[in-house]
């Protein structure tokens, strides 16, 4: 049997081709890891929000309301650079929408950083704010069938918290 001999400089090509391998991968790592670091940072703080949200408005909904989708978005809804967080609440309800927005008048809901607290508002899904973004696409993604019960008014309780910093998380530029 033959034996296989590796001439100095064959190993040292081996050990200078071996450690630029490793640089080039611990870079790479370094990217990866620089450009998604935030991003459980934002995903907690959207949960924490929604949390919140849900045990605020858990008391004041009407007891004839029904829950038809929860909605929990993060990331630039318009321009600049920020991030926004938006949680609510599709929810249909016998009541008028008076009577609807008279319930929801003036509550406020706990947010996740410091002791901000942030308004609530009510939209109807047949109002004009659901034909523009972001708004028309989550009326599809959350309510995708029901567009409307007939005998009901639909609508959306929500809490949003707009302009934070992003932190480097690449889905807020």
Not at 90 to 117: D, M, Q, T
Not at 131 to 141: A, C, F, N, Q
Request: proline share 5%; with cysteine.
């Amino acid at each position: 049997m033959a034996s296989i001999t590796i001439s100095r400089g064959s190993y040292i090509s081996m050990r200078i081709f071996a450690s630029f391998g490793l640089i080039v991968f611990c870079l790479i790592s370094l990217f990866i890891v620089y450009a998604t670091w935030k991003m459980p940072v934002h995903a907690y703080r959207l949960w924490s929000m929604q949390s919140r949200f849900r045990s605020d408005m858990r008391p004041l909904h009407p007891a004839e309301s029904q829950l038809l989708a929860e909605v929990k978005e993060f990331g630039l809804f318009g321009n600049s650079n920020h991030c926004d967080y938006f949680v609510g609440e599709f929810r249909a309800s016998p009541l008028s929408k008076e009577e609807i927005r008279e319930r929801y008048s003036g509550v406020i809901s706990s947010v996740f950083i410091g002791n901000r607290l942030l308004e609530t508002d009510v939209y109807f899904i047949d109002q004009d704010v659901f034909t523009h973004y972001p708004w028309s696409e989550w009326l599809e993604k959350y309510l995708p069938d029901t567009r409307h019960i007939t005998d009901q008014n639909t609508y959306l309780i929500f809490s949003e918290d707009a302009g934070n910093p992003p932190e480097g998380d690449i889905r807020c530029h």
